[in-house]
């Protein structure tokens, strides 16, 4: 059965979670219009426009879900304090109805595209390395099918059983577990594949600037989400009602990590490339968002695009991977 927080109701708690959902999807909002502006801007220059594209489709994706999740939420509190004014508690202990649902869906959808860009990093890191993307392919798509059985359980779920109830735990517990896995397991084989990188190449600095900040910004992204999860977890098992607030925290953090991280890449603060083979990463420079290998951050790569020497391979084709 769900705990209350000391003497705070469940109407109070969700008060709570929608004013800091509010606040965090105001910072989404913002990143969001500064990452697609960038972006927008770029695209003409670049030559490499998938990429670009990409990471704009997506974008554009992330925001519509989350901001259908707290329209949804919104919807719902207006519901339960107006039109349901004298059974509210009971109101928004119910999980089976239609906003509930679609708030729920916008935060699956929302947390499966963010897990599936990660995945995506991973698989441009790693040169689509079977033995590392595989394992945590599988587990992505363990997270979809359980997303739906999750959706399923809530749909045919009694109006009178609160989501902490045995039958709904055991699907919402798999799907949060299964996504922090994935998400953390991407974001500890990313950063381990730069530092790999980084040692083999003898630990290069391109016009006095180390390399490390790259990873940093790798582990801070998925540090960030995962910690949530854990949070969100731990609420959930234990029954308590600040789930409520861990949850639509966790549906906006996801798309503002997102967006910082391109903000960044951008801005040329962690823009960093992999120079590999598919023998394996040969090299690591820092780049632009347009590809450069050089620019005014970095006169002496400007002055000189080769790349330092290093021990002779025996190799035929060379690529470019982004670490995004």
């Not at 705990?3 to 469940?10: N, R």
């Not at 989350?66 to 719902?76: E, P, V, W």
Request: with cysteine.
């Amino acid at each position: 059965m769900p705990k209350s927080t000391g003497s705070v109701s469940l109407s109070e708690i969700t008060l709570a979670s929608i004013f800091v959902e509010s606040l965090l999807y105001g910072i989404f909002i913002v990143l969001f219009i500064s990452s697609t502006t960038i972006l927008l801007k770029k695209l003409g220059k670049i030559t490499d426009r998938n990429v670009t594209r990409r990471l704009l489709f997506v974008s554009t994706l992330m925001f519509i879900l989350g901001t259908i999740h707290i329209s949804a939420d919104l919807r719902r509190i207006f519901d339960a304090f107006i039109t349901h004014k004298d059974d509210t508690e009971q109101y928004l202990n119910q999980v089976n109805t239609t906003i509930y649902l679609v708030k729920s869906l916008a935060y699956a959808m929302q947390t499966l595209v963010g897990d599936a860009f990660i995945l995506y990093r991973l698989y441009l890191v790693w040169n689509g390395d079977k033995r590392v993307v595989y394992p945590v392919s599988i587990c992505f798509i363990a997270s979809i099918c359980v997303a739906v059985g999750s959706l399923r359980a809530l749909r045919l779920n009694s109006p009178t059983v609160p989501v902490f109830v045995r039958s709904l735990q055991q699907w919402i517990a798999c799907f949060f577990s299964l996504t922090l896995m994935t998400n953390f397991s991407s974001t500890i084989l990313i950063a381990s594949r730069i530092w790999w990188t980084r040692r083999q190449t003898r630990q290069i600095q391109m016009g006095g600037r180390n390399l490390s900040p790259a990873a940093m910004v790798i582990i801070e992204s998925g540090s960030i989400y995962s910690v949530c999860l854990v949070i969100l977890l731990v609420l959930y098992i234990s029954g308590n009602y600040a789930t409520y607030i861990a949850l639509d925290t966790a549906a906006q953090i996801t798309g503002v990590v997102f967006s910082l991280v391109i903000v960044r890449v951008a801005l040329g603060i962690s823009s960093d490339a992999v120079i590999s083979t598919r023998g394996g990463v040969v090299a690591y420079a820092p780049r632009d968002i347009e590809g450069r290998m050089g620019n005014d951050n970095h006169p002496q790569m400007a002055r000189d695009n080769s790349i330092y020497s290093l021990k002779p391979l025996d190799i035929e084709v060379t690529t470019i991977t982004d670490t995004l």
